[in-house]
Each structure stands twice: as structure tokens, then as C-alpha cells.
């Protein structure tokens, strides 16, 4: 069966660095999503992304956040200067055309920012 | 007002029994969809099972069954016959609207404990 796929699994960065979280969607979906969980807390929703442009964004993803679908499989979270709240899980999720379709999630990427 | 309310934080079950956990929504929309996913210790989010908020009939998938009730607004899951590898949080979620990309409102889940 057919399922999202992220890297890497663990990512360890310093305060203030750059990091990209890459995700490779179920290859005919056509909605994207990042979500991210704190840890020992709810699955808060980040973006969503349709069409080569983000469709929504919540509070959380201020200017420090970005997303892009460089090439037709990859899909990529940027985070510009990281800060110690942004460690936590992260997960990209895609989904089909039809609205009772899930959305399948990675397995995640947990971003630990020291 | 929380979209998702899941009011268990942990739950226990003998292996082989039945076990509800329950899940409350709170939206305006005619127009909704209700999933339940699992979340293992090893941290992946695994889809179970999915009500629409026009569907007549209690979903069902394997062991899992949703029994939904619409002017409650609440969808609580039912597993049946426990396995130990039922043992995981266990979340609820709501994208509301008819619009295929609309977001997922999680609750704050339930850890689910099966005992031997």
C-alpha cells in the first residue's frame, strides 16, 4: 500500500539554525498538509497546500515557517531560525480527491532543537 | 471551544473485552467527517476508521466500529475483542465542510492500556 514517507526520521539542530523537513506524498494525491505534536500534547495543524500554493495556515506558522513542492514528489517544511518551542514531532499528511478519504500522515519526523 | 473533546485521558482494558472510547465534536457545519487514528508508542499516525456526517449507518472496519450519535455530536470508538497490540494513544479527529483540503481538528487524545 502506498504511504507518505519523511526524512529523516530525527533531526537534532542548534537555536537559530535552518532546518527542512522533506516529505514524499502518496504519489496521486493532490492535498498536503504539516501538522506538528508537541510532546505529551495534541496534533496541532501547521499548513495545507493545494494547487502549488497554501490553501491555510494557522498562527503557528508565522514568517519563520515555509513550504514548497520543488519538484513533483517532494514536499518540504523550512523552518528559518529555529527556537527551542519548535521541538516536537512533525507530520506531513496527504489526501485524495474524494472528501471521505483520509489523510495519511508520515511517520513523522521528531525535530529536537537544543 | 474545544472542536475536539476527548475527556479519557487513559483508559485499561483486559485483553479480549471491549472497550468505548469517547470523543465529542463541536461544529456548525452540516457538512463534516469524523476519523479515528491510532498512534503506536513508535510515533506513526494510523488511519482506523472514518464517519461522514450524512452516513445513516454506523461505520464498522474490522474489530473497530463507530457508534455516532449525530445530536450528541459525539462518535465514540468501539474496539472489540482487545489485543495487547491495541495498546496506543489513541486520537480523534474532524475536518469540517464539504472541501476536500480543510483541516483536521484533533482532540487530545486517549492512551489506551490492554492488560494481559
Known amino acids: 500500500e502506498p504511504e507518505v514517507t519523511q526524512t529523516p526520521s530525527h533531526q537534532v539542530t542548534q537555536m537559530g539554525q535552518e532546518v527542512i523537513l522533506r516529505c514524499v506524498p502518496i504519489s496521486n494525491h493532490l492535498y498536503f498538509y504539516w501538522y506538528r505534536q508537541i510532546l505529551g500534547q495534541k496534533v496541532e495543524f501547521l499548513v495545507s497546500?493545494?494547487?502549488?500554493?497554501?490553501?491555510?495556515k494557522s498562527e503557528i506558522f508565522d514568517d519563520q515557517f515555509s513550504v514548497e513542492r520543488p519538484d513533483g514528489s517532494n514536499f518540504t517544511l523550512k523552518i528559518r531560525s529555529t527556537k527551542l518551542e519548535d521541538s516536537a514531532m512533525y507530520f506531513c499528511?496527504?489526501?485524495?480527491?474524494?472528501?471521505?478519504?483520509?489523510?495519511?500522515f508520515g511517520d513523522g519526523t521528531r525535530l529536537s532543537i537544543l | 471551544a474545544q472542536k475536539i473533546t476527548q475527556t479519557q485521558p487513559g483508559m485499561f482494558v483486559q485483553e479480549k473485552e471491549a472497550v468505548t472510547l469517547d470523543c465529542t465534536y463541536d461544529?456548525?457545519?452540516?457538512?463534516?467527517?469524523l476519523f479515528w487514528y491510532k498512534q503506536p508508542s513508535s510515533g506513526e499516525m494510523i488511519f482506523l476508521i472514518y464517519?461522514?456526517?450524512?452516513?445513516?449507518q454506523n461505520a464498522t472496519e474490522g474489530r473497530y466500529s463507530l457508534n455516532f450519535q449525530k445530536a450528541r455530536k459525539s462518535t465514540n470508538l468501539v474496539i472489540s475483542a482487545s489485543q495487547l497490540g491495541d495498546s496506543a494513544m489513541y486520537f480523534c479527529?474532524?475536518?469540517?465542510?464539504?472541501?476536500?483540503?480543510?483541516?483536521?481538528?484533533f482532540g487530545s487524545g486517549t492512551k489506551l492500556n490492554v492488560k494481559p
Open positions: 499528511a496527504s489526501k485524495g480527491e474524494q472528501g471521505n478519504q483520509p489523510q495519511h
Open positions: 497546500f493545494y494547487n502549488n500554493e497554501i490553501s491555510e
Open positions: 479527529a474532524m475536518r469540517e465542510g464539504e472541501n476536500n483540503f480543510n483541516k483536521f481538528y
Open positions: 464517519q461522514g456526517s450524512y452516513d445513516e
Open positions: 461544529t456548525s457545519d452540516q457538512s463534516y467527517g
